[in-house]
Every structure is written in structure tokens, then in C-alpha cells.
């Protein structure tokens, strides 16, 4: 296993994070994610630990608070020890009926963050992410209910998710102001068939020395090998039943067409060359996996060994990238003025 620093922190976190939505399910939406007993995650939390993750995810609105209660009655199971592991979970999403059930408000925030603690069965967070866009809370008075519990020792680390980079930019900048916890880490949708992110997100990311985690790295499955133009909804998949999240199909089987002798000659599945595609990016601090039995798990786990040639990464790199967009196509053809002369790009006129 590798590991990098949580952003601009020295918390060092497995670059694989083993995300835990898969664990108890219930009805509706989580029956369709992943249905783990307890006993079937102590068996998947112990196969990461063995193979060095030390970083697991998870959020109170996961199977309505029971992902939480598996993950630390797993811990407690394994007899492992609180310092070797890093936790990570989310406010945000409905907990309840009531007005204030949801958001990323003060009052929620901190009736939240005390309900995951008893969940979790630990007296801190290491980091406590907001789970999603809140378009009613002001910024500041998230920032500060955060703060808050950092000060607390409740949290250690902050970060946020599915925000846009002009929001994040936003509250990076009134943490620094007002001297308040700043995010450490974005937690959002990445994979060879989205690479949306690489846009505004990246470059904010890599100017502020924010970490990345990547939340469904194989596209919601579709990147797993299970699917293909001739079988688009094969059975028993989650995509099958929750076409989620969104991709460019066309785009995504012509990413699998090119994908194919390459996972032929290292002998592995397209999941596998994906998640390493995705190891690649400095950019990246640590890759969500989550897996509904132990041989899903094993493969991804593997992604770790396996290191894609120049050309390989390079052939992946052209047939998934993002089609030009104003002001991304402005930026180097006006950015070469800046350059010295051997720098610039040759033109026909030179």
C-alpha cells in the first residue's frame, strides 16, 4: 500500500479508502447498494487492514445510520485500535423528518456530528466532511460550526463534497481571514469516463493543496467489465437499477474499447487498469473502493501493483478527454505570449 498526506496536512492516509455504503443496506435505495451483514464486513474491513488501508468512509446517511454503526462495531470486532485508523464520515443529507434535519447549518452540524460519534463508537472524528450543497447556510456559519468542533477535539480534519470550485475557493478564503479550520480535502466524482473535475476543480485543488478523494471510481459499475454496447443492463448490477453517476455512454464504451487490449496484456480486469489510471494523477489523494464480497475487493486491492506504461496512460489519457471548453481552449493560445520563445507552441508562421 502507498500513502500520501491529507492535503496540506501530515495525516497520512492509504491512497485505496475503503468506503463503507455497501454495509447492512435496508430498503429501497440501500438494498440496491450493497447488503452487507456484519459479518460480511468484518470480513471486508479485515481484508483492507491486511492489505494497509487505514483510511475508511463512510456517512450518517448511509443506510440510514447503520453504515456508521457497522464500521465501528467492525473495529471493535477486530480489536483494532483507534490511532491506526483513520475515520471519515459526512453531515448533511436527511437524518429525520423535522425542518432541520438536513443542511449544513449549526444546529444540524452538531446534533449530527455527536449521533455519528455514538454510532461510530469513538470520541472523534478524523475528518468530517459536509456532504453536500448547502444553498441556504451561509458559508461562514458552516466554516464555524466546523471550527467549532475542531476546537472541541470532537473533529480533526474538515473537508467538504460535491461542491463547486468557486464555493470551495469562497471558504478557503474566509478560513484564512477569519482564522478559522480550513477544508482539507474535496470528496468527489472522478473516473476515466467523468473527468469533469479536471475543468476548475483540479487546478484548485493543486493551487491550494487541497487533497482529492475519489468517490465511485468506476463510474457507479460501468467501468467494471460487466458492461458493454451489447449489454448494457446486465443483471444483478446497481447501475442496472440506478443509472448513476450520469456519463457520456458513447463516449464511455469507446474508453472500454481502448481499454480492452490493455487489460489483456496485464491480465486483469478494466476495473483494475481504471483505478489505476485514476493512481496516476498526482492530483489524487485517496480512491474510494467499496465492494459487496471479497473477490470485488481482492481485484480492486490489486490496482495498487499494477503501474500503466507512458503509452498506455497515454492512449487512455486521449480517447477519454474532455471535449474543448471557453474559457479552457482561451487559456493557452493567449498563455503562450507568457512563454519564453523555445517554450512556445511551433505554428505554421514560425
Not at 153 to 171: C, D, E, F, P
Not at 309 to 323: I, N, R
Not at 329 to 343: H, K, T, V
Amino acid at each position: 500500500m502507498e500513502y500520501k498526506t491529507l492535503g496540506n496536512t501530515g495525516l497520512l492516509v492509504s491512497t485505496l479508502c475503503f468506503g463503507t455504503m455497501t454495509f447492512h443496506g435496508g430498503d429501497g435505495f440501500w438494498k440496491v447498494v450493497g447488503t452487507a451483514s456484519q459479518a460480511e464486513a468484518d470480513e471486508l474491513m479485515k481484508a483492507s487492514i491486511d492489505a494497509g488501508i487505514n483510511f475508511f468512509d463512510t456517512a450518517d446517511v448511509y443506510s440510514e445510520g447503520e453504515s456508521e454503526k457497522a464500521l465501528g462495531q467492525s473495529l471493535k470486532n477486530l480489536n483494532i485500535a483507534r490511532k491506526d485508523v483513520i475515520i471519515a464520515t459526512k453531515v448533511y443529507g436527511r437524518v429525520g423528518p423535522g425542518r432541520n434535519d438536513v443542511g449544513a447549518s449549526r444546529g444540524h452540524i452538531m446534533d449530527a456530528v455527536n449521533a455519528s460519534l455514538r454510532r461510530l463508537q469513538t470520541d472523534h472524528i478524523d475528518l468530517y466532511q459536509i456532504h453536500g450543497n448547502d444553498t441556504v447556510t451561509p458559508v461562514e456559519e458552516t466554516l464555524r460550526a466546523l471550527d467549532t468542533l475542531v476546537q472541541q477535539g470532537k473533529v480533526r480534519y474538515i473537508g467538504v463534497s460535491n461542491w463547486q470550485a468557486w464555493k470551495i475557493a469562497k471558504a478557503l478564503g474566509i478560513s484564512e481571514f477569519k482564522n478559522l479550520a480550513r477544508f482539507d480535502s474535496l470528496q468527489a466524482y472522478y473516473s476515466i469516463a467523468g473527468r469533469d473535475l479536471e475543468r476548475d476543480l483540479v487546478p484548485l485543488l493543486e493551487a491550494e493543496k487541497t487533497g482529492l478523494l475519489v468517490w465511485s471510481p468506476l463510474a457507479g459499475g460501468i467501468l467494471s467489465g460487466k458492461f458493454s454496447r451489447e449489454n448494457q443492463k446486465p443483471a444483478g448490477t446497481r447501475r442496472s437499477e440506478f443509472d448513476f453517476p450520469l456519463v457520456d455512454k458513447e463516449r464511455t464504451w469507446k474508453i472500454l474499447d481502448a481499454m480492452a487490449p490493455i487489460a489483456k496484456a496485464h491480465d486483469c480486469s478494466p476495473a483494475r487498469i481504471s483505478l489505476a489510471w485514476l493512481l496516476s494523477k498526482p492530483v489524487v489523494t485517496s480512491i474510494i473502493i467499496g465492494a459487496k464480497r471479497l473477490d470485488q475487493l481482492t481485484d480492486n486491492l490489486a490496482a495498487i501493483e499494477l503501474k500503466l506504461t507512458p503509452d498506455e496512460l497515454k492512449q487512455l489519457d486521449q480517447v477519454s478527454a474532455l471535449p474543448p471548453e471557453y474559457p479552457g481552449w482561451m487559456l493557452p493560445f493567449q498563455g503562450a505570449a507568457r512563454l519564453a520563445p523555445a517554450e512556445r507552441p511551433v505554428t505554421k508562421s514560425e
